[in-house]
């Protein structure tokens, strides 16, 4: 007999895609899950609901009339980390890549299996959950697992979630070595398909951030192997 989280401690996911048969089918699918799901089916109606009540996940088609999931993650990542896993039909790097710079948190390309979206949205908000109250430093890089807060000096950084554990990845292991393998496991649990330089593309993002204004910086490449965040006295 299947059983259900209590309505209270249900994940709530936002699920948005203009095919109501992918809809309705991605909506009774996550139910039986134990999720609560919210499904529209425009851009502008998944910006709105996520101001309106933000969802724990968000489950986005990339290919949708008017705002397409490309302007939705644009217009979700300036004011929200919520994570967000991209659908696309499209089987182009580029494309899964354009999905992952512009703000997602992880990809699934069409089709793909059932269990592996629900795997994949569980590791995404089990990342997402208020951590243990904890503050990480390495020089003037701060970290509070708690808030989410995270500052270089007194400049605060707008991280997305993804962005965020791997910040938080190195900062745990100072002046460590870590091979893309090992952070794909450390950050995302799992290797995803497809995309092999995604570890590359995060890494890219955030170093503009943390370099933003002539900063020095503190994350390395370590040729052939893999990136390091030294500290300044090392």
Known sequence: ??????????????????????LDLLRRGLAIEGFEVQAVASGEKAVAAVAS??????????MMPGMDGFGVLRALRGGSSVPILFLT?????????????AGADDYLAKPF?????????????RRGKPAEREVLT???????????????GERVLELTQTEFELLRAFMERP???????????????YQPAGVSNVVDVYIGHLRRKLEEGG?????????????????ADA
């Open 1 to 22: 007999m299947e059983t259900a989280l209590a309505p209270a401690t249900r994940p709530r996911i936002l699920v948005v895609d203009d095919d109501p048969e992918i």
């Open 53 to 62: 009540r933000p969802p724990d996940a968000v489950v986005l088609d990339v």
């Open 89 to 101: 039909a499209r089987d182009r790097v580029r494309d899964r890549i354009e999905g992952l710079d």
């Open 113 to 125: 299996a059932f269990g592996e979206l629900v795997a994949r949205l569980r590791a995404l908000i």
């Open 138 to 152: 390495i020089d003037d890089v701060r970290l509070d697992l708690a808030s989410r807060d995270v500052r270089r």
């Open 175 to 189: 002046n460590l070595v870590l091979s893309r393998e090992a952070v794909l496991e450390l950050v995302w649990g």
């Open 215 to 231: 900063a020095s910086r503190p994350l390395h490449t370590v040729r052939g192997v893999g990136y390091i965040l030294r500290k």
